[in-house]
């Protein structure tokens, strides 16, 4: 299938303002698309005669799809009546609340992921790295329902499901039931603090990296525990990383630990993350009560290092969008980021690093071949996108219009 996307706005380099700030150029193009991919780009002076569909974008500026990458489809309230979330006072009574309304919430799983599939994907993002609980409570049901639902989108999103032991992992038979959900759909193993939660780090490493070699599958931890005893976690998981010779198929999501220590501590990490490819997945939370970990150092270290938006509308939080350019203006605001070309580069954090541009201002998105997967917006910039946080947007997956 062929068709053209005509007046489309490409970023293509930089230029010097008279006040000698750094501006982007834009030029308009029109893109052919041929079964999902790119496979012509010519200037928009060009005059398109084609029998095939000719879609008029009128000027609007094209970035790559959004990548969410730390989501959880089977917790969100969304598409059942509105209720806020009980307040608590700490993390285990949280999972205890949780556990509480596990069994009633399973029914409509496949229902409320469904919906939240819908928002993400309207937001932008063609692909989904989301944890679904394998627990004592309910078993594999949250599975079965979030399964149920990516496959009424597999035409349109990607997909990664983690095995998620939000209840403990050295508990009942839990490990057991990781198993059987990593042979009945999950694509990933997860985990929870094993300090916090589980009150053995090193078993509990352990166990998750047994089970990521007996399966052959990639591994994201939840780690929430902060300060020493997380850096410590983290430490001890990229020695387990080398020795089991895992290198870029494992992910710490949160991480605060490396925003908690000394910067000479986060340096000496930082090597040690990009050296053994552990990826960090940020969900750069609004409480900022709560140190982040230093996205800036950790990228200039080579470290690989995502956004997620995390869950919103659940027993956790009852506030958020499900946008996750939202979390790349936070951290553009909070760290910041005032100029356009840095600005523009923190678009990477949410479309596994593809910026039209490079950190130079050269012109390195859209190609031939690439992927026809886009985001396009009334702005002149991305950096405008990532100030602006517009929500008027037009989105195409693999060649077809979602929104």
């Known amino acids: 299938m062929k068709q053209w996307l005509t007046n489309v706005l490409l970023e293509t380099g930089e230029y010097l303002k008279e006040n000698e700030t750094v501006g982007t150029k834009v030029e308009l193009f029109h893109l052919e698309i041929t079964d999902g991919f790119i496979s012509q780009i010519v200037p928009a002076t060009q005059v398109i005669d084609s029998p095939n569909e000719v879609t008029d974008m009128k000027g609007k500026l094209l970035l790559p799809a959004f990548k969410e990458m730390h989501n ?3 917790k969100t309230y969304l598409s059942l009546p509105w209720k806020a979330c009980v307040p608590v006072k700490n993390l285990k009574e949280r999972l205890t609340r949780e556990a509480q309304e596990l069994s009633v919430l ?13 928002q993400i994907v309207n937001n932008g993002a063609n692909h989904i790295r989301t944890h679904v609980n394998i627990d004592p409570y309910i078993g594999l049901k949250n599975l079965e329902g979030v399964l149920e639902a990516l496959d009424d989108y597999k035409d349109i ?11 403990g992992l050295l508990r009942d038979n839990v490990p057991t039931l990781l198993r059987e959900a990593l042979r009945n759909g999950a694509t990933m193993i997860g985990g929870l603090d094993p300090a916090g939660i589980d009150n053995s780090i090193e078993r509990s490493l352990d166990v998750t990296m047994d089970i990521a070699h007996e399966f052959n599958v990639d591994v994201d931890i939840h780690l929430h525990d902060g300060g020493h005893v997380g850096y410590y976690t983290i430490d001890k998981w990229i020695d387990m990383v080398e020795e089991s010779k895992y290198q870029g198929r494992t992910a710490i999501s949160h991480a605060f630990a490396l925003g908690d220590v000394s910067v000479m501590e986060q340096h000496k990490i930082a090597d040690r993350l990009a050296q053994q490819q552990v990826k960090i997945m940020s969900t750069v939370p609004f409480d900022m009560r709560r140190l982040i970990p230093p996205i800036d150092l950790l990228t200039e270290h ?3 290092v995502h956004f997620g938006f995390d869950g919103f509308y659940d027993s956790w939080n009852p506030n958020g969008s499900g946008d996750i350019l939202e979390k790349v203006t936070t951290f553009a605001d909070i760290s910041r980021k005032l100029d356009e070309r840095s600005i523009r580069q923190t678009l990477k954090y949410i479309t596994n690093g593809i910026t039209p541009l490079d950190a130079d201002g050269q ?24 100030a602006r946080t517009p929500l008027d947007r037009i989105v195409m997956s693999r060649g077809k219009f979602i929104k």
């Open 106 to 118: 399973a029914t409509t799983c496949k229902q409320r992921a469904s919906a939240m599939i819908e």
């Open 157 to 167: 999103v990607t997909a990664e499901v983690i095995a998620f032991p939000q209840h």
């Open 302 to 304: 080579g470290v690989d």
């Open 72 to 74: 959880h489809l089977d």
């Open 363 to 386: 012109k390195v998105w859209p190609n031939v071949k690439d992927e026809a997967s886009f985001v396009l917006f009334d702005a002149v910039s991305s950096a405008e996108v990532i």
